[in-house]
């Protein structure tokens, strides 16, 4: 049974795709990728349909990720019974998936991982919101990437542990 989680923000269109390619890379790097897999997702309907924004593009092509096509799309109630991994850019997304019926303790603040693998449970875990790149210009593109690299070494160590207690 493969391993599912789901990155989430505002439009689907930023930070949560971003989180994807990253988690993807990482993940495949990591030997990971035929046991997890990795989508994201809005908690608004804002951007549905359209692609990642272009300047996300830019600094993860520059980063030398691969940039699918894909068009932005929302987080449905019924999402919440197949993914093991819920992971939330700020306290209101997080709020917001929790209200949509996703289980309390696979609901993480994404955060939660940039200092690595927290102890006890990463639900549980205070971390401050994934910095929102929308209004601002390249460098906070960049920060946002920045950031999001840095939390997906401590994710893929807690997938890992937890796709080897399913094994």
Not at 32 to 44: I, P
């Amino acid at each position: 049974m493969t391993f599912q989680i789901m990155t989430v923000c505002t439009g689907n269109i930023c930070r949560s795709p971003m989180a994807e390619i990253v988690l993807r890379d990482a993940l495949e790097q990591a030997g990971l990728a035929d046991q997890v897999a990795v989508r994201s997702t809005a908690v608004t309907s804002e951007e549905i349909g359209n692609p990642i924004d272009s300047r996300a593009q830019r600094v993860l092509r520059d980063a030398g990720y691969e940039v699918p096509r894909r068009g932005a799309v929302r987080v449905r109630s019924g999402d919440g019974e197949s993914v093991d991994l819920a992971l939330a850019m700020t306290r209101h997304h997080a709020r917001e998936m929790r209200r949509l019926g996703f289980p309390a303790e696979r609901v993480v603040l994404f955060r939660a991982f940039e200092d690595g693998v927290p102890d006890g449970d990463p639900a549980a875990v205070d971390a401050p919101d994934t910095p929102d790149p929308w209004y601002g210009g390249p460098e906070d593109f960049v920060e946002c990437l920045e950031t999001i690299e840095a939390c997906a070494p401590g994710i893929v160590e807690y997938v890992r542990a937890r796709v080897g207690a399913r094994a």
